[in-house]
């Protein structure tokens, strides 16, 4: 059996857990009726609700119960265990979407485990972005829960509106209000938990609870700077490449003008200002590491946008 997490449980279910607890004071009833709570932990908590530690969990009036939960908010604690969760991780995220999809830009993150209602999940984003993917197409979104596809509902489901509601325009995709983005890519997120909080028995879509859908859009809002950093790359490679023809069309110009006003070789005045050239090439991959390294942010972090 797993114990829930002090973090992600409700008031509602805190208190029936006081209710049918075997513990007879309110140490035992958190160290073992919760995971990742140990007795220092418990201390504490019972400290910051001015509780006596030793009273008995079964006998707690609806006020102290209320205390005693916000208390277990407050308390810095280890996050739930992972070994029960079996996420896809970054790798097999990244190898299945190469395999299957011919995009020139692909990208993978594995969120931290979070709790809902005490349970431990992790989220999964992944994207594939250009290559042989239609240009003016709705993306294509792929929706697991436990490494089984999400087939049908998607309307109703956690991903789809978490995806919907990100402000894709800033990383380089096009949107309409609170739509589905356009643009050649496909977007994958899995939700990998213990307790999977489906809207019907069909089993086929996500709850939008507040905790899963701020973790799933972290995600994705992490992959859409990772995406911004490529197409930005991408787009000054392609202004240094019309830069660079129009500088060719002109050279043969400016070597016979040289050659007339400073009796200069045109043979020579070309080569010269071709190398020239050549040194000030830049290739998509160098403007993207520019890129990164103008932006001031690390490729890793993780932070929940400000305007969305």
């Known amino acids: 059996e797993i114990k829930p ?13 006081l209710e049918s607890t075997k513990s007879r004071n309110l140490i035992g009833f958190m160290v073992n009726d919760f995971s990742r709570v140990g007795r220092n932990s418990a201390e504490e908590v019972c400290k910051i609700a001015g509780i006596d530690a030793s009273k008995d969990p079964t006998k707690l009036s609806n006020e102290e119960s209320e205390v005693l939960f916000k208390a277990m908010k407050k308390v810095k604690l280890m996050r739930p265990p992972t070994d029960c969760l079996s996420p896809l991780g970054e790798e097999l995220l990244l190898k299945g979407l190469q395999k299957e999809i ?52 998607a309307g109703d489901c956690a991903i789809t509106k978490a995806v919907a509601t ?18 050649p890519a496909v977007i994958l997120v ?14 086929q879509a996500l709850a939008a609870y507040p905790a899963i859908m701020k973790e799933i859009k972290l995600g994705l809002q992490e992959l859409g700077r990772r995406l911004q950093k490529h197409v930005s790359g991408k787009r000054r490679a392609e202004m240094q490449r019309k830069r660079r023809q129009i500088f060719e069309r002109y050279i043969p110009e400016v070597a016979n003008s040289l050659q007339e006003l400073a009796n200069a070789k045109a043979d020579i005045v070309k080569r010269k200002l071709f190398e020239m050239i050549e040194k000030k090439q830049i290739t998509i991959e160098e403007a993207v590491e520019d890129v990164k390294e103008g932006s001031g942010r690390k490729v890793g972090e993780a932070r929940e946008e400000d305007s969305e």
């Open 102 to 153: 011919k995009a020139e830009f692909f990208a993978a993150i594995t969120r931290p485990t979070s709790v809902y209602r005490g349970n431990p999940f992790v989220v999964e984003c992944a994207i594939a972005y250009g290559g042989e993917l239609p240009q003016d197409s709705t993306i294509e979104l792929m929706r697991f829960s436990n490494k089984v596809p999400l087939l049908y509902q």
């Open 166 to 183: 990100t402000d894709w325009k800033r990383y380089g995709l096009q949107q309409s209000g609170k739509s589905l983005p356009s643009g």
């Open 5 to 17: 997490h002090p973090h992600g449980i409700e008031l509602g279910m805190f208190r029936r857990m």
């Open 190 to 203: 899995h939700f990998a938990s213990v307790w999977v909080p489906y809207v019907s028995e069909s089993k």
